[in-house]
């Protein structure tokens, strides 16, 4: 078979790498500054009728040559011919040891600007057949290196070699439950393969759904506890060629009704495919078709999935020490490009981040647009994140300056308006309303009327928890599950409320977890205001879905929240209900009813994250020493710096003092 060499990224410019994926030779044009790759546009492939097996650069006397392999080709028969897999070298690897550097400018029009010093000349593309014997030799070590680490593991430990260090993974307590196999076998099977590389798990996979929708998909968000449990368990190949696939999907165009969002923009999922060949029947090709939201139901952005990306990008070095992946140069520009969508200045008086309804995992119309609690944790973990990531030099200076303040100013701004409790809401309870000084205490000017009559008899006397959104005159005080478990693990709250939302939990156990854990919020919107915040959504009817349901996902948040506050006994407590009934009701996606006790409606079944937060919350438990990598302690740091100190005006008050006298208490 004479292969076809395609490439599945459709670069919209010259950002992502400091050279790009080559198709053929003409198509490089111009000098360095200036190359651009003539892709069809519309996500088309363009195509040549070559072998490619390297690209090959002269490379000047004060250089190295890189060293990286992330180009994807692949060309494959379609009934009993065998696969010839052709390979596509790029220049994007150790930025550090090379003469390569990346200027950022925040909230620039020209953010990313990359420069390869000392010129590169590009030589034509050597083309040459991978044969048989040299795949095969590729496969024999593949083999070695598996057994190696069966070998490890009967030793007592496991053993992953990634970058050339090993990782020592603990020896697992004891052996795995019944249902823990049947878990891994069904994870396993969820698993999606692309070039023959595992890249992701699908959202679900019940072999009786006729109708999957985007279930089929790979989802950055529903990921994560995969990717956790794969890392936890040894296994990091799958979660590494995620992040980097991903990222590559980062670059492609995304338009809707002819505009397009912002460069940095992460896909919610993507699909690998077999499409024919160039028409031809006998031949397909696999390629990645990612969805930014122009699919998606209401066409909303995914918010949240650079967010996660980042987050795990993180938890990728911590749990396997392969911290070269976070150095590549990249990667390194992926992150700033998620950061800068961010970090933009715009019309806002607040740094928490201005968002749509259903831009995050409430990916439904649920009144939830504004500043969700949700999207600013996520958004004070992924900062964090960066902090230890990026690496600092003189091109990352303003980015690392801004991601200081920021953190600084949404910390104290969660902490001291998104949280109540008993004290908190008699405060609001005799608020003055239309106050107008800089030393105003209702400083949104909330109606006292806000507050509902529910609240008032279920906030419990000890404990309390950061309301859903908070907008001028609107605090949303429904209690959401998912922004309050990552204000404990990433401490956006203080010690004090971290322990006090855990408490809460305790204290309504029945509403919050009741028959399977747990309730995504609290509680369901119905009737007049059901209509209008919904608008009337069949699928979020009170006590389901997104309005109210019970999402067992949620479960490994849970306990990795209750690991880091000491409260192992509530996790155990959670994941022994859980442990009874999601065999036997085969894994759905959430529940109904007020206390959980019917699958949902319309769940999925053999839903995929639901599976991986199970084992994740299991492993955890078993190993709260790595756990212990997955979350942040408070950074004092933070608190001594204050924007308001740049001030020279006079007339910014700062409350800072009142912040920092919490984290002690």
């Given at each position: 078979?004479?292969?076809?060499?395609?490439?599945?990224?459709?670069?919209?410019?010259?950002?992502?790498?400091?050279?790009?994926?080559?198709?053929?030779?003409?198509?490089?044009?111009?000098?360095?500054?200036?190359?651009?790759?003539?892709?069809?546009?519309?996500?088309?492939?363009?195509?040549?009728?070559?072998?490619?097996?390297?690209?090959?650069?002269?490379?000047?006397?004060?250089?190295?040559?890189?060293?990286?392999?992330?180009?994807?080709?692949?060309?494959?028969?379609?009934?009993?011919?065998?696969?010839?897999?052709?390979?596509?070298?790029?220049?994007?690897?150790?930025?550090?040891?090379?003469?390569?550097?990346?200027?950022?400018?925040?909230?620039?029009?020209?953010?990313?600007?990359?420069?390869?010093?000392?010129?590169?000349?590009?030589?034509?593309?050597?083309?040459?057949?991978?044969?048989?014997?040299?795949?095969?030799?590729?496969?024999?070590?593949?083999?070695?290196?598996?057994?190696?680490?069966?070998?490890?593991?009967?030793?007592?430990?496991?053993?992953?070699?990634?970058?050339?260090?090993?990782?020592?993974?603990?020896?697992?307590?004891?052996?795995?439950?019944?249902?823990?196999?049947?878990?891994?076998?069904?994870?396993?099977?969820?698993?999606?393969?692309?070039?023959?590389?595992?890249?992701?798990?699908?959202?679900?996979?019940?072999?009786?759904?006729?109708?999957?929708?985007?279930?089929?998909?790979?989802?950055?968000?529903?990921?994560?506890?995969?990717?956790?449990?794969?890392?936890?368990?040894?296994?990091?190949?799958?979660?590494?060629?995620?992040?980097?696939?991903?990222?590559?999907?980062?670059?492609?165009?995304?338009?809707?009704?002819?505009?397009?969002?912002?460069?940095?923009?992460?896909?919610?999922?993507?699909?690998?495919?077999?499409?024919?060949?160039?028409?031809?029947?006998?031949?397909?090709?696999?390629?990645?078709?990612?969805?930014?939201?122009?699919?998606?139901?209401?066409?909303?952005?995914?918010?949240?999935?650079?967010?996660?990306?980042?987050?795990?990008?993180?938890?990728?070095?911590?749990?396997?020490?392969?911290?070269?992946?976070?150095?590549?140069?990249?990667?390194?520009?992926?992150?700033?490009?998620?950061?800068?969508?961010?970090?933009?200045?715009?019309?806002?008086?607040?740094?928490?981040?201005?968002?749509?309804?259903?831009?995050?995992?409430?990916?439904?119309?649920?009144?939830?647009?504004?500043?969700?609690?949700?999207?600013?944790?996520?958004?004070?973990?992924?900062?964090?994140?960066?902090?230890?990531?990026?690496?600092?030099?003189?091109?990352?200076?303003?980015?690392?300056?801004?991601?200081?303040?920021?953190l600084s100013a949404l910390s104290f701004h969660i902490r001291e308006y998104?949280?109540?409790d008993m004290k908190k809401i008699n405060e609001i309870y005799r608020y003055?309303?239309?106050?107008?000084?800089?030393?105003?205490?209702?400083?949104?000017?909330?109606?006292?009327?806000?507050?509902?009559?529910?609240?008032?008899?279920?906030?419990?006397?000890?404990?309390?928890?950061?309301?859903?959104?908070?907008?001028?005159?609107?605090?949303?005080?429904?209690?959401?599950?998912?922004?309050?478990?990552?204000?404990?693990?990433?401490?956006?709250?203080?010690?004090?409320?971290?322990?006090?939302?855990?408490?809460?939990?305790?204290?309504?156990?029945?509403?919050?977890?009741?028959?399977?854990?747990?309730?995504?919020?609290?509680?369901?919107?119905?009737?007049?205001?059901?209509?209008?915040?919904?608008?009337?959504?069949?699928?979020?009817?009170?006590?389901?879905?997104?309005?109210?349901?019970?999402?067992?996902?949620?479960?490994?948040?849970?306990?990795?929240?209750?690991?880091?506050?000491?409260?192992?006994?509530?996790?155990?407590?959670a994941l022994a209900i859980a442990e009874k009934r999601l065999p036997v009701?085969?894994?759905?996606?959430?529940?109904?009813?007020?206390?959980?006790?019917?699958?949902?409606?319309?769940?999925?079944?053999?839903?995929?994250?639901?599976?991986?937060?199970?084992?994740?919350?299991?492993?955890?438990?078993?190993?709260?020493?790595?756990?212990?990598?997955?979350?942040?302690?408070?950074?004092?740091?933070?608190?001594?710096?204050?924007?308001?100190?740049?001030?020279?005006?006079?007339?910014?008050?700062?409350?800072?003092?009142?912040?920092?006298?919490?984290?002690?208490?």
């Amino acid at each position: 078979m004479k292969p076809c060499c395609r490439i599945l990224m459709a670069y919209k410019s010259f950002t992502n790498c400091a050279i790009q994926n080559p198709i053929c030779p003409h198509t490089l044009t111009g000098n360095l500054s200036n190359l651009r790759l003539n892709f069809i546009q519309n996500r088309k492939f363009h195509s040549c009728p070559c072998r490619l097996l390297a690209l090959r650069r002269e490379i000047g006397h004060t250089q190295k040559p890189f060293n990286s392999n992330w180009g994807h080709s692949r060309v494959c028969s379609k009934v009993g011919v065998r696969r010839s897999v052709p390979v596509i070298r790029c220049v994007a690897s150790d930025w550090k040891k090379y003469s390569t550097t990346i200027e950022t400018r925040v909230n620039d029009q020209n953010f990313e600007r990359i420069y390869v010093q000392g010129g590169v000349n590009l030589k034509p593309l050597v083309v040459e057949r991978i044969d048989e014997d040299t795949e095969s030799a590729g496969r024999e070590q593949g083999v070695d290196a598996g057994e190696n680490r069966r070998k490890a593991e009967n030793e007592g430990k496991k053993e992953e070699v990634l970058n050339g260090s090993k990782v020592k993974i603990p020896r697992r307590q004891r052996e795995e439950s019944e249902i823990e196999k049947e878990a891994w076998g069904l994870m396993e099977n969820a698993v999606v393969t692309y070039c023959n590389s595992p890249v992701g798990t699908v959202a679900a996979n019940d072999p009786n759904d006729k109708q999957p929708l985007n279930y089929d998909q790979v989802f950055i968000r529903d990921f994560v506890p995969s990717a956790l449990a794969f890392l936890m368990r040894g296994e990091g190949e799958i979660v590494k060629n995620f992040l980097l696939h991903t990222l590559q999907l980062q670059s492609w165009e995304k338009t809707v009704d002819c505009y397009s969002p912002g460069q940095g923009l992460m896909p919610a999922s993507f699909k690998a495919r077999t499409v024919p060949l160039d028409g031809n029947n006998e031949k397909v090709e696999e390629v990645l078709d990612p969805d930014f939201g122009e699919s998606a139901i209401g066409r909303v952005a995914p918010v949240d999935s650079g967010l996660w990306w980042i987050i795990l990008l993180r938890a990728y070095g911590k749990l396997t020490g392969d911290y070269a992946l976070q150095e590549r140069v990249d990667v390194q520009t992926g992150i700033r490009l998620i950061l800068n969508l961010c970090l933009t200045d715009g019309f806002d008086m607040f740094p928490s981040l201005l968002v749509t309804d259903g831009s995050c995992m409430i990916d439904r119309r649920m009144g939830i647009h504004g500043h969700p609690l949700e999207i600013q944790a996520l958004f004070y973990a992924a900062l964090r994140c960066a902090r230890e990531i990026l690496s600092v030099d003189d091109g990352s200076k303003n980015m690392v300056r801004a991601i200081n303040n920021r953190l600084s100013a949404l910390s104290f701004h969660i902490r001291e308006y998104y949280w109540v409790d008993m004290k908190k809401i008699n405060e609001i309870y005799r608020y003055k309303t239309e106050e107008y000084s800089m030393d105003a205490t209702n400083k949104f000017n909330i109606y006292p009327e806000q507050i509902p009559h529910w609240l008032m008899d279920w906030i419990p006397e000890k404990g309390g928890y950061m309301i859903g959104n908070l907008q001028p005159a609107h605090m949303d005080f429904r209690f959401f599950m998912l922004g309050n478990l990552w204000s404990i693990v990433s401490s956006l709250g203080t010690p004090k409320q971290n322990e006090a939302i855990l408490n809460l939990i305790e204290a309504k156990w029945d509403d919050l977890v009741g028959h399977m854990p747990l309730k995504i919020l609290y509680p369901a919107v119905e009737g007049e205001e059901w209509r209008i915040i919904t608008g009337s959504d069949p699928k979020n009817t009170p006590w389901s879905y997104h309005n109210g349901g019970s999402w067992p996902t949620l479960l490994w948040q849970f306990t990795l929240a209750c690991i880091k506050m000491g409260r192992s006994d509530l996790a155990e407590k959670a994941l022994a209900i859980a442990e009874k009934r999601l065999p036997v009701d085969r894994w759905p996606e959430y529940y109904d009813t007020r206390r959980g006790k019917f699958v949902g409606k319309q769940a999925r079944l053999y839903q995929t994250w639901t599976i991986a937060g199970f084992l994740t919350s299991k492993m955890m438990l078993e190993n709260p020493e790595m756990a212990s990598l997955l979350y942040w302690d408070e950074d004092y740091e933070l608190l001594e710096i204050c924007v308001c100190a740049l001030s020279k005006t006079g007339r910014k008050k700062c409350s800072r003092g009142a912040a920092r006298s919490q984290i002690l208490v």
